[in-house]
């Protein structure tokens, strides 16, 4: 098992750039997160899905969308990418809403 | 909004003494984990806590949950170089959903 795997590890964009992040688990969980953590801050959540074909929003969503159309993948989207978006980002999957989060390795994300 | 603040920030101790993290808040919580990221990975799930007073231990880790589940603190006896990374507390809230509230984290490097 790969677990929950993230593409690409490093990526730079110029402001106004758009761009997907790419999450995938292989342990046929429910619910899948969106991260992004900064220095002091802790890990804040984007967006988050319960299942197939649904997708919440979560502490700080603006500036990015989501698509969960196949289980085992969720998708970040960056239409217009800005600065303020520079951060690492995680992605994380749960078998249920109080079973233990697995986490991806992170995506580091730079915008200029 | 519920919020959970970690104490201290930054901890630089040498091999073999002893520490305790504190994740507070004035909210109650249903559950509490405690997660550790080491550099360049996502976190890692240490443990859950759900009942107001339980105590759990991992090895030279004790992990303690406020009565009132309000607060949680994780201390480590002789502390040694392995345990450097970043600790973090994370309570699901009140929401029901499964979302997890982060604390910033702390900091520990464990000096040889």
């Known amino acids: 098992n790969a677990g929950v795997t993230q593409t690409p590890k490093f990526r730079v964009l110029k402001t106004g750039q758009s761009m997907t992040l790419l999450c995938a688990q292989d342990?046929?969980?429910?619910?899948m997160y969106w991260y992004r953590q900064d220095p002091g801050m802790g890990l804040r959540l984007i967006h988050y899905?319960?299942?197939?074909?649904?997708?919440a929003k979560g502490e700080v969503p603006d500036g990015y969308n989501v698509s969960r159309l196949k289980k085992q993948n969720f998708l970040l989207g960056l239409e217009s990418a800005a600065p303020s978006q520079t951060s690492v980002y995680f992605c994380?999957?749960?078998?249920?809403?109080?079973?233990?989060?697995?986490f991806g390795p992170g995506t580091r994300l730079t915008v200029l | 909004t519920q919020l959970l603040e970690q104490s201290p920030q930054f901890l630089s101790i040498q091999e073999g003494e002893n520490l305790t993290v504190y994740c507070n808040s004035s909210?109650?919580?249903?559950?509490l984990q405690w997660y550790r990221q080491e550099p360049g990975e996502g976190p890692v799930l240490l443990v859950t806590?759900?009942?107001?007073?339980e105590v759990k231990k991992l090895k030279r880790l004790t992990f303690q949950f406020g009565d009132a589940r309000k607060d949680s603190s994780l201390h480590i006896t002789a502390a040694q170089p392995g345990d450097t990374g970043l600790y973090l507390c994370?309570?699901?809230?009140?929401?029901?959903?499964?979302?997890?509230?982060f604390g910033q984290g702390t900091t520990l490097q464990v000096k040889p």
């Open positions: 342990m046929n969980h429910e619910y």
């Open positions: 909210s109650v919580f249903s559950s």
């Open positions: 994380a999957s749960s078998l249920g809403r109080y079973n233990e989060q697995f």
């Open positions: 806590v759900v009942t107001g007073g």
């Open positions: 899905s319960v299942g197939e074909g649904t997708t």
């Open positions: 994370a309570g699901n809230g009140s929401s029901n959903t499964g979302k997890l509230i």
